[in-house]
């Protein structure tokens, strides 16, 4: 991960999988493992397979480590509340978090009520802090937080390509 950080490489299944990320939604760690389950599967059809096992479960930690060296611990994701106390929530974020939310206007497809959706960008050592404050407001909010691949404009910075 350090020498990908730099602009280099140990093999070509980095340079393979450094291409790839730019051309695909998957990381360079996700690109590296799959690659080497190839190798893997081959190696334990040729060799041994509790020799290949291994080597699957290292290079899994070798792949979430690269992922976690080049985008770091601040990868980014996006919080969507539907709740019944949505100034009370959006407020306790901007005060706890300094982060701006917004709010989008939807209606339940069940009951038909109309409902203010509280949005936010938050950092993956957020998450829990996000979880807490709405549910010290509203024990019933239903909560989706889903990964940010990329984001543009606003005063939320996300290093990447």
């Given at each position: 991960?350090l020498?990908?950080?730099?602009?280099?490489?140990?093999?070509?299944?980095?340079?393979?999988?450094?291409?790839?990320?730019?051309?695909?939604?998957?990381?360079?760690?996700?690109?590296?493992?799959?690659?080497?389950?190839?190798i893997?599967?081959?190696?334990?059809?040729?060799?041994?397979?509790?020799?290949?096992m291994?080597?699957?479960?290292?290079?899994?930690?070798?792949?979430?480590?690269?992922?976690?060296?080049?985008?770091?611990?601040?990868?980014?994701?996006?919080?969507?509340?539907?709740?019944?106390?949505?100034?009370?929530?959006s407020?306790?974020?901007?005060?706890?978090?300094?982060?701006?939310?917004?709010?989008?206007?939807?209606?339940?497809?069940?009951?038909?009520?109309?409902?203010?959706?509280?949005?936010?960008?938050i950092?993956?050592?957020?998450?829990?802090?996000?979880?807490?404050?709405?549910?010290?407001y509203?024990?019933?909010?239903?909560?989706?937080i889903?990964?940010?691949?990329?984001?543009?404009?606003?005063?939320?910075k996300?290093?990447g390509?």
């Open positions: 991960g020498i990908m950080r730099a602009g280099g490489s140990l093999d070509g299944t980095e340079i393979v999988a450094i291409i790839g990320d730019r051309k695909s939604v998957f990381s360079v760690g996700e690109i590296v493992m799959f690659i080497n389950l190839f893997f599967a081959a190696a334990g059809f040729l060799f041994d397979w509790e020799q290949a291994y080597s699957v479960v290292a290079y899994f930690v070798i792949s979430k480590t690269i992922d976690v060296v080049l985008k770091g611990l601040d990868e980014s994701y996006s919080a969507s509340i539907v709740t019944s106390a949505p100034d009370e929530i407020q306790a974020l901007m005060d706890e978090l300094g982060r701006g939310v917004t709010f989008l206007y939807g209606e339940g497809g069940y009951r038909k009520e109309k409902k203010k959706v509280v949005c936010v960008v950092t993956r050592l957020e998450i829990d802090i996000v979880k807490k404050i709405v549910l010290d509203d024990e019933s909010a239903f909560v989706t889903s990964q940010v691949n990329d984001i543009v404009g606003g005063r939320f996300k290093s390509h």
